[in-house]
């Protein structure tokens, strides 16, 4: 995996976006932000993040229903050991971990587990979505985005389609696969025709497994309950981005409207971010992304800098540390998982 070229363009990519970063800031000033921040208000808000995990297991319980029934207790551990992977591998493969980790523990199809996790992205983008729509009643938040098209060197317009439209198309061809896997299979089989009898019909086998992750999309109560939980997923982790800004005093920028606006813009604006190929846990992409959103909004950049460096670090450790003694328990490794899962194809 080190030496694909895939791993080395994403840790380029965090590269680049960590230099940008760290090239607006004071470093001392950041520092001594950092040091006055009221960490009693910081260690509180990680119960807000340990929340949204557990809203994060009872939706993916709900994704995984049609397939099997898993409790949330044995779903718990796999979900923050999935997380842990994805905050120590690049190009979110932790997401493939969690899909081979319970496939192993509750014998379950592991790519039709994978599909599911591929509607929790999904979701969760077209939340994030909602959310910056939610933000525009309370913040101008058409002018922070034509302020990151500037930054970009992109079309404000074209900008917010490049964060948009991907999730809605992937929602599209996902209800497609739900709702119609003859014709999707029908339709695979005709790309691949040029294939080898075997391999085409080993890959047609494998697409039915995948699509049959698709299946909670076609009962509408099921959706709407995913789609609701999908909510305080993201409220919760909001929650969090709340609580450490006030122990960084950005609420002292905004009123206490504005403020809860402006926290549940960077929750979406980062998260989204982190969509973007790069180092484990998003690293970068996140840093960027959410203080060119705290400087345009009025944020002074070496108090912005510090939260985002101690939020970001809340965000990381304590569910990576998590990950690890939940692994431990279970007599696992990451380095196990990662080999098994890369290798298994099922």
């Known amino acids: 995996m080190h030496k694909s070229s895939r791993f080395w363009v994403a840790i380029l990519i ?3 976006f960590l230099g940008l970063f760290v090239s607006n800031i004071d470093i001392h000033r950041t520092i001594d ?3 006055e921040a009221n960490y009693f208000l910081i260690t509180l808000s990680l119960i807000a993040y340990f929340i949204a995990v557990l809203f994060r297991t009872l939706r993916w319980q709900y994704l995984l229903a049609p397939i099997k029934i898993v409790s949330v207790k044995t779903l718990y551990p796999i979900v923050v050991v999935g997380y842990m992977a ?44 909602f959310f910056i729509l939610l933000a525009s009643y309370l913040l101008p938040v058409l002018d922070v985005i034509q302020g990151m098209g500037v930054e970009a060197g992109l079309n404000w317009l074209v900008l917010s389609m490049a964060m948009s439209l991907p999730f809605m198309i992937a929602f599209g061809v996902m209800l497609l696969a739900a709702f119609m896997p003859g014709k999707l299979q029908l339709f695979i089989g005709y790309m691949c025709v040029v294939l080898p009898g075997g391999i085409r019909s080993r890959l047609l086998s494998l697409v039915s497994v995948f699509i049959d992750g698709f299946s909670v999309l076609r009962y509408p109560r099921r959706l709407i ?30 009123s206490e409207f ?3 606006g402006v926290m549940i813009l960077v929750t979406a604006i980062s998260n989204l971010a ?26 002074g950049a070496d108090i912005a800098a510090a939260y985002i460096i101690v ?25 196990q998982l990662i080999h098994y899962s890369s290798a298994d194809k099922n």
């Open 225 to 254: 309950s995913v789609s609701i939980l999908s909510l305080p997923v993201w409220l919760s982790e909001s929650v969090m981005y709340y609580m450490v800004g006030k122990a960084f005093g950005i609420d002292n920028y905004f």
């Open 33 to 35: 932000h950092i040091t």
């Open 311 to 335: 939020l970001h670090l809340a965000l990381i450790l304590p569910v990576t540390l998590l990950g690890m003694v939940y692994l431990w328990t279970d007599r696992m490794s990451i380095k």
């Open 274 to 299: 982190t969509a973007i190929p790069a180092a484990g846990g998003g690293i970068g992409s996140f840093e960027i992304a959410s203080s060119v959103t705290l400087t345009i909004l009025g944020v």
């Open 14 to 16: 965090s590269v680049v």
């Open 86 to 129: 994805n905050n120590i591998l690049p190009l979110r493969l932790g997401e493939i971990v969690r899909a081979y980790y319970v496939g192993e523990k509750e014998n379950v199809s592991k790519l039709a587990s994978l599909a599911t996790i591929a509607v929790e992205r999904v979701l969760d983008g077209l939340t994030l979505l």
């Open 258 to 260: 504005e403020f809860i």
